[in-house]
């Protein structure tokens, strides 16, 4: 396998990136602009979404045969887009795509891809080691108080997944606090601070759940929910007790750094078990023994 990575902005392209080296596998980065910073690899070629014929060219030229496309991308303004001649070929299908949601988008981003040739590989099959696994990360232990919110967030969560609107929603009381949708979750979190204090807990009191889930019907090859030093950071400012996301479905990049500041915030995260299925039964049956805790998330049990 010879490797291409499409690297968007944060943290993951870059484990991406070592997992390769380490694994010797040939690799050639395009860090994407504006989202990449280019100085962040080595031998990185800085193209932008209207190159897309530069971007092929680049990729064939050092005989790549998978593509895996990592990090953060926003949705282009496709007005100020300047496109070469293989992007202006197919701008048409791409706004097609875009106006029927990013996971639309996305596929059809991939089929382009694929019809040159390339197969695409997801970053989890790369760096495996940067998933949350199941269980609860961290000293802080899930508390039976917190799983109502949990389940309501999940099953928010999914709904506007299902939609195409969004990975993550806030529940805190039983009330929903914010969803997310083209903002990000850093920038939903951020809403929070707007709302009155006894809606969302503060930090010697606090209240409320975020859920973090892929869309049901998205390409799980690209987009898996990730968490974050800054995502902790600003759970912990808006007053959140924890965070819940799938196990083997989401991402945990600079892991040490958010397990020593959930830690020293008191949040919880919480890695619950996949339902390939999405079934919103499925939120309701025992979950998994945490190996920490010894006792079920989202499940009826005593606090401690």
Same mark, same amino acid.
């Given at each position: 396998?010879?490797l291409?990575?499409?690297a968007?902005?944060? $943290? ?7 997992? #390769?080296?380490? #694994?010797?596998?040939p ?10 910073d ?23 030229? %050092?005989? /790549? ?6 990090g ?16 202006? =070929? ?5 706004? =097609?795509?875009?106006s029927r949601?990013?996971? %639309?988008?996305?596929?059809h981003m ?5 019809? !040159?040739?390339?197969?695409i590989?997801?970053?989890? &099959?790369?760096?495996?080691?940067v998933? @949350?696994g ?6 802080? &232990?899930?508390q ?6 949990a389940?309501?967030?999940? !099953?928010? $969560?999914? &709904? ?9 929603a806030?529940? $805190? ?6 969803? !997310?949708?083209? &903002? ?32 049901p019907?998205?390409d ?15 759970? %912990? ?12 479905? #989401? ?7 958010v ?8 949040i ?14 499925a939120? !309701?049956?025992p979950?998994?023994? /945490? ?5 079920s998330? @989202?499940?009826?049990t005593?606090?401690?």
């Open positions: 396998m010879r291409g990575l499409i968007g902005g944060g $943290a993951l392209p870059q484990y991406v990136a070592m997992a #390769a080296h380490d #694994a010797k596998t690799l050639t980065i395009i860090a994407l602009q504006p989202f990449a280019v100085e962040d690899y080595q031998a990185a070629k800085a193209l932008n979404i209207g190159q897309l014929g530069k971007v092929f060219k680049t990729f064939k030229k %050092a005989d /790549c045969t998978h593509i895996c496309m990592a953060v991308v926003k949705r282009p303004d496709f007005a100020q887009i300047k496109p070469d001649l293989k992007a202006m =070929r197919h701008m048409p299908s791409i706004i =097609r795509a875009a949601g990013d996971d %639309a988008l996305l596929r991939m089929s382009l891809f694929e019809a !040159e040739g390339f197969q590989i997801s970053p989890q &099959e790369i760096c495996m080691d998933l @949350l199941k269980g609860v990360l961290g000293a802080v &232990e899930f039976n108080q917190h799983r109502d919110d389940l309501k967030a999940c !099953e928010i $969560a999914r &709904e506007i997944g299902r939609l195409d609107i969004g990975q993550a806030i529940v $805190a009381r039983g009330v929903t606090l914010a969803v !997310e949708a083209q &903002e990000g979750t850093d920038a939903m979190l951020a809403r929070l601070m707007d709302l009155p204090v006894h809606l969302r807990g503060y930090n010697a009191e606090r209240c409320g759940v975020l859920a973090k889930l892929i869309k019907t998205q799980r090859r690209v987009d898996l929910p990730t968490i974050g030093p800054e995502t902790i950071r600003r759970a %912990a400012e808006a007053g959140l007790a924890g965070i819940v996301a799938e196990a083997g479905q #989401a991402f945990i990049v600079e892991r040490e750094a397990i020593a500041l959930a830690d020293a915030e008191g919880f995260i919480a890695g619950i078990p996949a339902h390939p299925s999405h079934d919103k039964s939120l !309701e049956t979950l998994f023994e /945490c190996p920490m805790t010894k006792k998330i @989202l499940q009826d005593p606090n401690d």
